[in-house]
């Protein structure tokens, strides 16, 4: 094998391992994206719920509110 051909097998193999890792890290990249995208997703998932208990709160101290008003407007009576 001449000189020329063993530089060749050697760049050649060189370039392999680069794709090689090139497609690794394109794999993790996809695998990280694909991570982020679930945990935005239940981010958004939590918000909703927060927003849902938030709303159910309010709602509950409302009537909380208007049973008392009716409790003393029975006492006063």
Known sequence: MSFTDAVKEKLNAQIELWEKQLDEQKAKLKSELADAKN??????VREE???????????LQHKIEEAKDRLTDAVDS
Do not use: P, R, V, Y
């Open 49 to 59: 719920a927060k927003k849902s208990i938030e709303n159910n709160i309010e709602l």
């Open 39 to 44: 945990q935005e997703a239940e981010s958004s």
